[in-house]
């Protein structure tokens, strides 16, 4: 699928949901940035829509950015061959995003491991408990502003 293929039907998205969605990027990083509140709404309608059938979960990922932590959900469509990037963010302040493991329950792993390395909570995950780490480990490493201590960093280069 070419970039305007894409640019076009991530358009139709942001006209129907208005000032929830944005386009970001451009050419192969093309996204849609959707407001947390809307997020459910809009991965459901990606999956059970004819135009974008996007019955694929490939990857879920966080990033964080320091003033706020994005969570990257990479979408594909099996039948229509068509990938769709969608993005969420969540302040520092207040780091929860709705679980789409209703939606793709392949989500739950990639949910927690987020949650354990970068300290997002999914709302509505049925197990959100650490993955990686030990329940007694302090902090989230993979945060910019994480300091390893004396038990954290014997912690975290041992996942090396």
């Known amino acids: 699928m070419s970039n305007r293929d894409i640019n076009t039907l991530l358009a139709k998205i942001q006209e129907q949901y208005l000032e929830d969605v944005k386009i970001v990027g451009e050419k192969a990083q093309t996204a849609l940035l959707v ?9 459901e309608f990606l999956k059970t829509s004819e135009s974008y059938q996007c019955n694929m979960l490939r990857n879920l990922t966080a990033v964080d950015y320091l003033e706020y932590i994005e969570v990257v959900y990479h ?3 099996l039948s229509l061959r068509q990938a769709i ?13 709705p679980s789409a493991t209703s939606i793709w329950p392949s989500a739950n792993f990639q949910e927690r491991e987020i949650y354990d390395l970068l300290g997002v909570k999914f709302t509505g995950h049925p197990d959100l408990r650490r993955i990686l780490l030990r329940d007694e480990f302090e902090g989230h490493p993979l945060r910019k502003t994480y300091q390893a201590g004396n038990t954290g960093e014997k912690e975290v280069k041992s996942l090396c």
């Open 35 to 43: 407001e947390p509140q809307r997020l459910l709404d809009i991965l």
């Open 75 to 77: 979408l594909y469509s």
């Open 85 to 97: 990037t969608v993005k969420t963010r969540c302040s520092m302040e207040d780091l929860q995003v």
